[in-house]
């Protein structure tokens, strides 16, 4: 296979795989109408792949995802691509080990953004899945990569793969779409649990020695090796 087909064949396959990762969303209730996206780095080069804007999550399909350069340019597609391009191309270009970025706009993180207020790391899923509290990051406009800025200046010194951009809602990162849709998932479950944990009193913070190793546990000891 040559250098260009290999890399038409990544680019396929990210195309099925970032479609597909799309149902996640839906499934899980993180997105209304034809709000967030889902977002994959094409290894080895300077591309990524992402949902275009606008489109309908029942009309979406591996042929409708977008490919971009890093610069948020449209390399190859029929439509135009998320209004987040941009941002994504910035996290993408500023931290090589990130694969993959996801945008929701689910309910509780969502509430927890609208505050401007981090989600204190109260339960042991927060410290396996995030190493802490779930951070904010600064208010910017949507359309460049001002929103891009504050993920990577929030995120690159925390374990948290997750950030709720102030006044606007979650992204999620991961050493790929999938592993980020994961971290979507997760937030919004702990966001809702610790909204209604503040209903019934404040919660308890753990220690962060605790934390610290749920989180190496978790990170490398857990699941199937």
């Not at 309910?107 to 339960?123: K, M, S």
């Not at 929103?147 to 992204?171: Q, W, Y």
Request: glycine share 8%.
């Amino acid at each position: 296979m040559t250098a260009v087909s290999d890399v038409q064949a990544t680019i396929a396959e990210l195309r099925r795989t970032v479609s597909d990762l799309h149902r996640e969303l839906t499934r899980y209730g993180l997105v209304v109408w034809t709000a967030g996206n889902v977002s994959a780095r094409v290894p080895d080069h300077d591309l990524l792949v992402i949902k275009p804007s606008g489109v309908s999550y029942d009309d979406l399909t591996p042929e409708s995802m977008v490919v971009c350069d890093l610069d948020g340019e449209v390399v190859e597609g029929e439509h135009a691509p998320s209004s987040d391009t941009a941002a994504a191309a910035y996290v993408y270009r500023h931290m090589p080990e990130v694969g993959g970025v996801v945008h929701t706009h689910s309910t509780y993180a969502c509430a927890w953004a609208a505050r401007a207020e981090p989600i204190p790391c109260v339960l042991t899923m927060m410290a396996d899945e995030f190493g802490g509290d779930i951070p904010v990051g600064p208010f910017a406009l949507i359309g460049d990569d001002s929103i891009g800025r504050g993920i990577v200046e929030t995120l690159k010194d925390s374990n948290s793969r997750a950030v709720l951009m102030a006044g606007h809602g979650p992204f999620t990162i991961g050493t790929d779409a999938r592993e980020a849709v994961k971290a979507a998932v997760m937030l919004e479950d702990v966001a809702r649990s610790v909204h209604v944990s503040r209903q019934l009193g404040e919660p308890k913070p753990i220690d962060p020695a605790d934390v610290a190793s749920l989180f190496d546990r978790y990170q490398n000891v857990y699941g199937q090796r």
